[in-house]
């Protein structure tokens, strides 16, 4: 008798959690919306009218509400869970919100100079109003294009040595490279590129578009080949097994089966890096200068990038300085649009050249 009690009890808590009842679907919702409301309410009658205030104090209250009201209603076990399904609702809100704010501050800002004229016109010969991004946005482009089109093959192929071939001491100390390069600062990256350019070239000729594009190489090869890695990771080793089974050699297994299977995930991956090197300031400053005019050849002068642009145009205003401010406003939300655009591209690549799995 004493062994079926337990068994018993386990059933019954079993039992009980499905047939206990349950709050509607919005309830959370419409508790979230009286708990603010009763705190609006409390704050009117003492007179304290902080948004801030208001909003803490209404969540604060909504969770001990929420949690008290589940324990009553649908038990111990669901109200510890929806405690912290509240709490990870309200971490992600904590984290968009200074995201969305961001974004709806640059676009009302950047809104003011988003014309043709912007797209058009560098600022050579521009004092105070007018002019625009053009050679800016040009450099930027150029430059990233060079680091993308240099880091890519680098990063791709090492992470193919990591995953398939590389073993022993070797393997180890290039994984460990990486993960020093992943937290080398950008200023560093500058610094070396501009040091091996000044051996080549001299300083007086160092600064060039092509030294940016080593600099942010520095920075993004690090990230592509760990996204990378970790992609051809996952594809399963009996795709490779069965392709060496039909006589495929090992080259054409990784060109024909594992890298169109981590496709998806390596474009991703690219994606994210150029993300990350595209807004870089501080390596820029240093390589590849500054000029108010187009320099569409990276490997002759100096070339403005748009990062440095609104770096410049909010550090260095002239008189009045709103023009300054209002094309550096545009030139960010010129950036945000860019990396968007990128992820479109990414996510179009993926999709297009992912290997469809037939059901």
């Known amino acids: 008798m004493s062994v079926s009690e337990p068994v ?3 059933k019954k808590d079993f039992s009980d959690s499905l047939t206990a009842a349950r709050l509607p679907r919005y309830s959370s919702i419409g508790l979230l919306i009286l708990c603010l ?20 104090i209404g969540v604060v209250l909504y969770l001990i509400v929420h949690n008290i009201v589940l324990r009553a209603v649908e038990g111990a076990r669901q109200a510890t869970n929806g405690l912290v399904r509240d709490l990870v609702v309200l971490a992600f809100v904590i984290a968009v919100i200074p995201l969305i704010s961001l974004v709806v501050e640059t676009i009302q800002r ?8 912007y797209f058009s016109q560098s600022m050579w010969g521009v004092i105070n109003t007018g002019g625009g991004a053009a050679h800016a946005i040009q450099g930027t482009l150029i430059v990233t294009a060079l680091a993308t089109i240099i ?7 090492t992470a193919i040595y ?24 950008s200023i560093v990256a500058g610094l070396f590129a ?37 992609m051809l990771s996952l594809v399963p080793n009996s795709l490779r097994e069965a392709s060496y089974a039909l006589g495929v050699t090992k080259w054409r297994t990784i060109a024909k089966v594992v890298i169109p299977t981590a496709l998806s995930g390596i474009v991703s991956g690219i994606v994210i890096a150029i993300a990350r090197v ?36 909010v550090m260095v205003p002239g008189v009045p300085q709103q023009p300054f401010f209002d094309r550096a406003w545009t030139g960010a939300l010129v950036l945000i649009l860019i990396v968007m655009l990128l992820n479109l ?13 037939k059901k």
């Open 110 to 117: 950047g809104i003011t100079r988003f014309d043709g004229a």
């Open 194 to 230: 501009f040091s091996l350019f000044s051996l080549i070239v001299g300083v007086a000729h160092a600064r060039m578009g092509i030294t940016g594009a080593i600099a942010l190489c520095v920075l993004m090869i690090p990230f592509v080949v760990r996204s990378a890695e970790e």
């Open 162 to 185: 990591l995953v398939e071939y590389g073993k022993g001491h070797l393997s180890r100390a290039i994984t460990l490279l990486v993960d020093v390069m992943t937290g080398i600062p």
């Open 345 to 357: 591209i990414g996510r179009f690549i993926a999709a297009r050249f992912a290997p469809k799995i």
């Open 8 to 10: 018993a009890s386990t």
């Open 278 to 313: 595209i807004g870089e300031t501080a390596p820029l400053l240093i390589t590849a200068g500054f000029v108010t005019w187009k320099n569409p050849n990276p490997f002759d002068g100096s070339m403005t990038t748009l990062p440095v642009f609104v770096y410049n145009q």
């Open 151 to 157: 880091s890519v093959p680098i990063g791709l192929f």
């Open 37 to 56: 409301a009763v705190t609006a309410v409390f704050d009117a009658i003492t007179g304290a009218n902080n948004i801030g205030r208001l909003v803490v």
